[in-house]
């Protein structure tokens, strides 16, 4: 079955630390995002890849990292400079060359600081 | 930038009654509206969805208006069911890119 995997379901950081994110898609869709969603609120934009090589900055991309290497993969660091990155990642992908397409979503990260 | 508000933050209904969300955007050149069902730690799913040249559509138990004119569109969910507990977004992208911008959400209790 096709779908976007993120892993690890679970991540802890200590203070000081680069914890990277991983983000794989098979549904061959060219764009990739990163979001992320703190409780009881909705989804912010950090990072979004239109296709391979290139990438833009979201709304709150400070602290945060991307690279767009591959079209399945982008794999999103969280970097020291990211002072409260306790929250919940979520990855998603979408194909706009069919049109208008909705964009599909991974079962995210929930990452923890220690 | 796209502002996306939604409302209520928070909906109590019972099992069997309609639960209706309502959203209002900002930027006139939005033209495609999606709506996320996401369940306890889970990624939000797709549920429908409407393009600015439909104003309404349905699904079986949901559907999804759109006034163009005052820029809000609601979702509708009719004879509810416990499974239908969940939290909901509604989102809004202009016809020039594919950023969504979301609302807030509303988490959704049918109760038994």
């Known amino acids: 079955d096709g779908g976007i995997t993120q892993s690890p379901k679970y991540l802890f950081r200590k203070e000081g630390q680069n914890v990277t994110l991983s983000c794989e898609q098979n549904l061959n869709h060219d764009a990739m995002y990163w979001y992320r969603q703190d409780p009881g609120q909705g989804l912010r934009l950090i990072y979004y890849?239109?296709?391979?090589?290139?990438?833009q900055k979201g709304d709150i991309a400070e602290g945060y990292s991307v690279s767009r290497e591959k079209k399945e993969s982008f794999p999103l660091t969280v970097t020291s400079a990211q002072k409260n990155p306790t929250a919940f990642y979520l990855c998603?992908?979408?194909?706009?060359?069919?049109?208008?397409?909705?964009?599909?979503f991974g079962d995210g990260t929930r990452l923890s600081i220690l | 930038g796209e502002n996306v508000e939604q409302h209520p933050s928070t909906l109590s209904v019972q099992e069997g009654d309609s639960a209706v969300i309502k959203c209002t955007y900002s930027d006139s050149a939005s033209n495609y509206f999606p709506w996320y069902k996401q369940e306890l730690g889970k990624g939000p799913q797709l549920i429908i969805d409407?393009?600015?040249?439909?104003g309404e559509k349905k699904d079986q138990r949901i559907a999804v208006t759109l006034n163009k004119t005052a820029k809000h569109f609601s979702l509708h969910i009719t004879e509810t069911q416990p499974e239908d507990s969940a939290v909901y977004f509604c989102?809004?992208?202009?016809?020039?890119?594919?950023?969504?911008?979301f609302g807030g959400g509303t988490r959704v209790l049918v109760k038994p």
């Open positions: 998603a992908s979408s194909t706009p060359r069919q049109g208008n397409q909705p964009q599909h």
């Open positions: 409407i393009r600015s040249n439909v």
């Open positions: 989102a809004s992208r202009r016809a020039a890119g594919n950023k969504l911008t």
């Open positions: 890849s239109q296709i391979v090589n290139d990438f």
